[in-house]
């Protein structure tokens, strides 16, 4: 590495740094408190190699997915600094500052030995204001370590051609996050556009050396397999499913996640409006092709067809390849496949944005000099101030929630946090007049009835309770989750008459 590439990666580091240095003074927030927080495994040092026999939600939290390399690091960082959450966030920083890096090497790599395609693509990744909620929520670490082993991954089969450290690379990342199943298919994409060391050398290995980086492929999956399936199978499982999903037929989920890719697209191209949630009433069901948000996201689908044609016609491929890597990437978290956990989140884009980072790196980098260089500065000012005016929506769980009521008013999703925040700070009243203002924005998810069934028992109104338990056992299978889960909190805030009121109440499997 001489002296240009070094100017080159610092300066990359510190687009990566600056906008995320408010992040320090972030506490825990959302899902921090479950996988951090209240878990016992994170707290003591035998997490460390007690994560890989454990599900990355605590067994009390529903035993499900699998994660353990974060959870790991996660315990590390409480050995070394406790419950101060500046060193996590800190940690998270230096992993985002390393997938730059990464991306900018991968870009470095393609650009002809030029610096200006490497210089934008890590710079834009760096400040890209949509990997906000993935840096700057401690859980999304599991996003940055998925990445930079997926780029590692690339790296070490397209520029390297080494099998073993291709396969390290995809088994760390697998354990990081299951999106990092991506990167066979990101490698082979490469090959088919003859990406090598550089495009003056494009080199694809001798079929028998392909054979075996897909026979590794295959072990390192089988293997994944197995020990997942191992871990996870004693405890209760829960189908993901997006909520504004519910109730309704394939065909009209299918409709709704093309109609989000209007969201995406915006969020890769002009993140200037950021969302922590996209659940109903904010973003409901499509039903039909001729309703307007199914046309819009098929003409984004057409728009990245188009340029993904153009780039291939006329020889661009890093442009190609940055492009395919996006379809490849967010395939996983599309919900055109299979239904996951939501239908829109800004966090599962991390991975899509270092395609679109590459390509757009390629493409300005044609420009002149002084045009790069002064579209360059103005893009990184541009989105390192968004990501740093951002970062406070992070600070802790009720600017979180307040975030959702701001940005999001129509989602049943902000009365709901707030139901669970007048519940924990003893307002029980409050928190069932929240329940019902969540319900009357969208009927459907059983967490709205387990916490105002929670409200009513507190307040001595079982006639009402009984009815929120009514409705969530119409909505939910294997009900005694919600059940557990919500008494443990109610516990937690030394109400046990009403956890055990729950437990009474709850379904025996």
Avoid at 210 to 223: G, Q, T
Avoid at 442 to 469: E, K, N
Wanted: proline content about 5%; overall charge positive.
């Amino acid at each position: 590495m001489d002296s240009k590439d070094r100017r080159l990666y610092l300066a990359v580091v510190l687009c990566a740094l600056v906008p995320y240095v408010p992040s320090l003074w972030n506490s825990f927030a959302m899902d921090d408190l479950y996988i951090i927080l209240f878990n016992p495994l994170a707290h003591s040092l035998r997490g460390v190699w007690g994560s890989f026999a454990t599900p990355y939600w605590p067994p009390d939290f529903g035993g499900f997915m699998y994660r353990p390399v974060p959870v790991a690091s996660f315990t590390l960082d409480w050995t070394l600094a406790h419950n101060h959450p500046a060193w996590f966030h800190a940690v998270n920083l230096v992993w985002h500052a390393g997938t730059s890096v990464a991306v900018a090497a991968l870009a470095r790599r393609w650009s002809g030995g030029g610096l200006t395609a490497a210089a934008v693509a890590g710079a834009i990744f760096a400040v890209h204001p949509v990997h906000v909620e993935a840096v700057a929520n401690i859980v999304g670490r599991a996003e940055l370590m998925a990445a930079i082993a997926v780029c590692l991954a690339v790296y070490a089969a397209v520029v390297r051609q080494s099998v073993i450290g291709s396969a390290v690379a995809l088994l760390l990342g697998l354990l990081s996050k299951e999106n990092a199943a991506v990167a066979p298919g990101l490698i082979i994409w490469a090959w088919g556009l003859g990406l090598g060391v550089s495009p003056e050398l494009p080199a694809r290995p001798s079929r028998r050396r392909m054979i075996e980086f897909v026979v590794s492929w295959v072990v390192v999956a089988a293997m994944y397999g197995v020990i997942r399936w191992a871990v996870l199978d004693p405890f209760e499982r829960y189908h993901a499913i997006a909520p504004v999903f519910l109730g309704e037929s394939g065909f009209a989920a299918r409709l709704t996640a093309i109609a989000a890719l209007t969201d995406v697209t915006r969020l890769l191209i002009f993140p200037l409006t950021l969302r922590v949630d996209y659940s109903p009433a904010e973003r409901t069901i499509v039903h039909s092709l001729l309703d307007g948000r199914f046309a819009l996201g098929l003409a984004c689908l057409v728009l990245w067809a188009t340029l993904l044609v153009l780039a291939w016609r006329r020889g661009r491929r890093v442009e190609a390849f940055g492009l395919g890597w996006i379809a490849l990437a967010f395939l996983p978290v599309a919900n055109l496949l299979f239904s996951t956990g939501v239908l829109v989140a800004e966090r599962t884009l991390y991975l899509p944005s270092v395609g679109f980072a590459l390509a757009a790196g390629a493409a300005l980098a044609r420009l002149p000099a002084d045009r790069v260089r002064a579209l360059a500065v103005a893009l990184v000012l541009a989105g390192g101030v968004r990501s740093a005016v951002r970062v406070g929506v992070w600070h802790d769980d009720i600017a979180v929630t307040m975030s959702i009521l701001q940005d999001s008013p129509s989602s049943f999703r902000g009365p709901q946090r707030m139901a669970v925040h007048y519940l924990s700070h003893r307002q029980p009243a409050r928190s069932l007049d929240a329940v019902r203002i969540s319900a009357r924005a969208y009927a459907r998810d059983p967490a709205i009835y387990i916490t105002g069934a929670d409200a009513a028992f507190t307040l001595g109104q079982y006639q009402v309770a009984d009815t929120m338990l009514a409705n969530l056992e119409q909505l939910c299978y294997r009900c005694e989750g919600y059940y557990r889960i919500q008494s443990l909190a109610a516990r937690a805030r030394g109400d046990s008459a009403t956890a055990d009121s729950l437990l009474a109440h709850s379904p025996r499997p």
